[in-house]
């Protein structure tokens, strides 16, 4: 069955710092996309990357950027020079198969 | 583009009480989604509808929970009787059908059971 593991539950960093997020996978599927969504305390989840396991480039954007690494399962995520809007729940997920399969999340906290 | 909506934002109720949410997908998004998001977890699909036909409801509980798309646009889910770990956020979900098309959703219902 589909798994995803994101180990870090909460991470607190002070503003301005680099901060990763990790996100670890177990699929079945030989092709998949892996997401990553952010939710914000007001609930809502909002979209931020969908990745195809072909493409193993990494992805930036703006201060956002991740490292997909077939041969780990992982596909972690980057906020470089953090801000304290970027406080949320962040979430990792794989199609399962076609509803997702999301991980617990990580807390990221942001401390002006 | 209007994102996906939700109502009501937010219930309490009584166990043994019963409650519906209701969803109103992307226009054009022929795949819909329910999730149940308990406190410090992921979301957990609940059920997922293609139009108005249900594609996947294996982890509905189909004791208390019901969920229906009649017109394959808006969708309804209904709780009856509320148990107090029914407690959760219920999310709703869209995507355009076909291949593996990003999921958007709403806002959600925070659902509280007293």
């Known amino acids: 069955a589909q798994k995803v593991t994101q180990a870090q539950t909460e991470i607190s960093v002070v503003e301005k710092e680099d901060v990763t997020l990790d996100c670890v996978y177990e699929?079945?599927?030989?092709?998949?996309?892996l997401f990553w969504y952010k939710q914000p305390p007001s609930g809502e989840l909002v979209f931020l990357i969908r990745r195809n396991s072909f493409d193993e480039q990494n992805e930036i954007s703006g201060r956002y950027s991740w490292n997909f690494q077939k041969s780990t399962s992982s596909f972690n995520f980057t906020i470089t020079a953090s801000q304290v809007v970027d406080s949320a729940v962040y979430f990792c997920?794989?199609?399962?198969?076609?509803?997702?399969?999301f991980g617990k999340g990580t807390h990221l906290i942001i401390q002006p | 583009e209007a994102g996906v909506a939700q109502s009501p934002r937010y219930k309490i109720i009584e166990k043994r009480q019963s409650v519906a949410f209701w969803c109103n997908p992307i226009s054009g998004h022929a795949t819909l989604y329910w999730y149940q998001q308990i406190l410090g977890q992921g979301p957990k699909l609940l059920i997922q509808f293609q139009n108005n036909g249900v594609v996947d409801d294996s982890q509905l509980p189909k004791d208390r929970f019901s969920a229906e798309r009649l017109k394959g646009v808006d969708s309804t889910l209904k709780i009856q009787p509320a148990k107090l770990e029914d407690s959760a956020v219920y999310l709703c979900?869209?995507?355009?059908?076909?291949?593996?098309?990003?999921?958007?959703f709403g806002p959600g219902t925070r659902l509280t059971v007293l």
């Open positions: 997920a794989l199609p399962d198969p076609d509803g997702l399969t």
């Open positions: 699929t079945r599927d030989t092709t998949y996309y």
């Open positions: 979900a869209s995507r355009i059908a076909g291949g593996r098309s990003t999921q958007y």
